[in-house]
């Protein structure tokens, strides 16, 4: 059984900066996708930025590129989001999910099959 646990959220204030990290465990597959969704009170839950397991570069919503990184290290079955130069309208819980066999990973958070508790980010203004 695939479980994946977020953590790193907090509050800061804008412009400042947070590394998320997801810790994968029963998920050992080369192949899929995982990444980051977030969900704002009131709204739709969005993906933030995705890639696939077995390399490749990471695909973004436009409200983050630049600001948000994803990465992972399959040593340690972890998946990272970096967020720089946060803003206020980044607060929501922000969630780490996976998608096993897939090929093309896509954002739409009906895709992924496997999904962690969450975790909280705050930006204040």
């Known amino acids: 059984q695939v479980q994946l646990v977020e953590s790193g959220g907090g509050s800061v204030q804008t412009g400042g900066s947070l590394r998320l990290s997801c810790v994968a465990s029963?998920?050992?597959?080369?192949?899929?996708?995982m990444g980051w969704f977030r969900q704002a009170p009131g709204k739709e839950r969005e993906g933030v930025g995705v890639?696939?397991?077995?390399?490749?570069?990471?695909t973004y919503a436009d409200s983050v590129k630049g600001r948000f990184t994803v990465s992972q290290d399959r040593s340690k079955n972890t998946l990272y989001l970096e967020m720089n130069n946060l803003e206020p309208e980044d607060t929501a819980m922000y969630y780490c999910?996976?998608?096993?066999?897939?090929?093309?990973?896509?954002?739409?958070?009906?895709?992924?099959?496997?999904w962690g508790q969450g975790t909280q980010v705050t930006v204040s203004s």
């Open positions: 999910a996976a998608r096993r066999f897939a090929v093309i990973c896509g954002r739409d958070f009906g895709l992924y099959n496997y």
């Open positions: 029963g998920y050992t597959d080369k192949s899929g996708c």
């Open positions: 890639l696939a397991r077995n390399g490749g570069i990471p």
